[in-house]
C-alpha cells in the first residue's frame, strides 16, 4: 500500500510540477506501482496474503467468544 501511495504522491507532484519532479522521465513516476504490483504477486505467490487474512479471522473469532462468555457471566481465560 505504500508503494501505491508513493507512486500518487509522485504523480501529483509532477502533475502540479513541483521542482525535482518536474523535471523527473515520466517512467520514473511508474516505477513504485510496478514495484507494489511486484510485491503483491509476490505476497500471493508465497501464502503470505492468505496467512494475514487467517491470522485476523482467528483473533475476531477469539474475541468473540471471550465476549460471549464474559456476556453469559462468565470471565475472561486466566483470571
Excluded at 16 to 40: I, R
Amino acid at each position: 500500500m505504500g508503494l501505491v501511495v508513493l507512486g500518487v504522491v509522485l504523480l501529483v507532484l509532477r502533475w502540479l510540477e513541483v521542482a525535482p519532479m518536474s523535471g523527473w522521465s515520466t517512467w520514473v513516476m511508474f516505477v513504485p506501482f510496478v514495484l507494489a504490483l511486484f510485491w503483491w504477486a509476490w505476497s500471493d505467490a508465497t501464502g503470505r496474503t492468505r496467512r494475514r487474512q487467517e491470522d485476523a479471522f482467528a483473533q475476531r473469532r477469539q474475541a468473540r467468544r471471550e465476549r460471549a462468555i464474559i456476556a453469559m457471566g462468565g470471565t475472561r481465560k486466566g483470571r
